[in-house]
């Protein structure tokens, strides 16, 4: 109620004033979905539901259908992936959209430019939050076990985690070494991305999915996840042409890496990466906004 509570004054102005023709709320707890069908209800507009989050973590078990009852006369349903519409209790996924946080412009543009970066094929690069300092001693101490086979390769870490670098760090060999890069701009991280050896994510499995897949597939270079991935993100990865291993342990990161030092890949693929764009996925998000409006309009 912390949300909701100083929200309610100014609902009705909004409702009034701006006068909606669609509310769209975003799951992140129950409190954004509580504001967006207030909204609707003093508007007398429809309202969707938008499910970022899982669930089944978010709310307790016991209460899920309960809650989820609360919140049934949702015109429609998006989610962030699959496997989200998958967690909630009541309509089948197969009732959702799926609007995934699509690749931006600049990112799509950069992608297609040549590559005028440094080359960097010796190098491992992984990116964004690490989650678990456990499991990334995991992954660490298996890229580090291939390297002794393969001299000359290096390690970097791009992303605002360091707390849990350093302390994996502290619990690794001191031979093994990382190159903290830190939080990089956008640009400079996709110059990087695009020109590694292997471009490496941490997977967090209460995430259901990891928006830096589509990103790191565009950079057109071998991708690797752990610990495993989804159904839905291989498919995602099938569908861009991507080289895509999602390891669950040593021997898969070792395969996975000796796969990538010999395996040349083709350039993206620009018409089928334009699905994944953020245009693309805000054109079907309106889509979606009219569809609804125009049901509801020839209900009442």
Same mark, same amino acid.
């Given at each position: 109620? +912390? *949300?909701?509570?100083?929200?309610?004054?100014? %609902?009705?102005?909004?409702?009034?004033? !701006? @006068?909606?023709?669609?509310? *769209?709320?975003? !799951?992140g707890n129950t409190s954004c979905w @509580?504001?967006?069908?207030?909204?609707? &209800?003093?508007?007398?507009?429809? *309202? =969707? #539901?938008?499910?970022?989050?899982n669930w089944q973590a978010f709310v307790p078990k016991g209460l899920r259908k309960i809650t989820a009852h609360k919140f049934s006369d949702a015109a429609a349903y998006t989610v962030l992936?699959?496997? &989200? $519409? +998958?967690t909630f209790p009541l309509s089948p996924s197969s009732d959702f959209k799926t609007v995934y946080n699509g690749i931006s412009p600049a990112l799509m543009q950069a992608m297609k430019n040549n590559r005028n970066a440094a080359d960097r094929r010796h190098e491992i690069l992984?990116?964004?939050?690490?989650?678990?300092?456990? =499991? %990334? =001693?995991?992954?660490?101490?298996?890229?580090? #076990? *291939?390297?002794?086979? &393969?001299? $000359?390769?290096?390690?970097?870490? #791009? $992303?605002?985690?360091?707390?849990? %670098?350093?302390? #994996?760090?502290s619990n690794l060999d001191s031979s093994v070494e990382v190159q903290n890069l830190g939080t990089l701009s956008p640009h400079d991280l996709w110059?990087?991305? @695009?020109? =590694?050896?292997?471009n490496i994510y941490v997977r967090n499995p209460p995430n259901l999915f990891h928006h830096k897949l589509l990103e790191l597939l565009a950079a057109g270079r071998p991708v690797l996840a752990y610990p495993g991935e989804t159904d839905e993100s291989h498919t995602i990865a099938k569908s861009m042409s991507g080289l895509f291993f999602a390891c669950e342990d040593e021997n898969e990161i070792h395969q996975a890496l000796d796969h990538a030092q010999s395996t040349t890949i083709s350039s993206p693929d620009s018409a089928t990466h334009d699905q994944y764009s953020s245009q693309y996925q805000a054109e079907k998000l309106c889509e979606l906004f009219s569809e609804t409006i125009e049901r509801r309009g020839s209900e009442s």
């Open positions: 109620n +912390d *949300w909701i509570e100083p929200s309610l004054p100014l %609902l009705p102005v909004i409702a009034k004033e !701006f @006068k909606p023709d669609i509310v *769209w709320a975003i !799951f @509580k504001m967006g069908q207030a909204l609707a &209800h003093m508007a007398r507009c429809p *309202w =969707v #539901a938008d499910i970022k989050d992936s699959k496997a &989200h $519409g +998958d992984i990116t964004g939050s690490l989650y678990r300092s456990d =499991v %990334l =001693v995991q992954l660490l101490r298996s890229i580090y #076990a *291939w390297q002794q086979q &393969h001299p $000359g390769t290096t390690i970097s870490y #791009a $992303g605002g985690d360091t707390a849990t %670098l350093e302390q #994996a760090m110059e990087r991305q @695009k020109n =590694v050896r292997m």
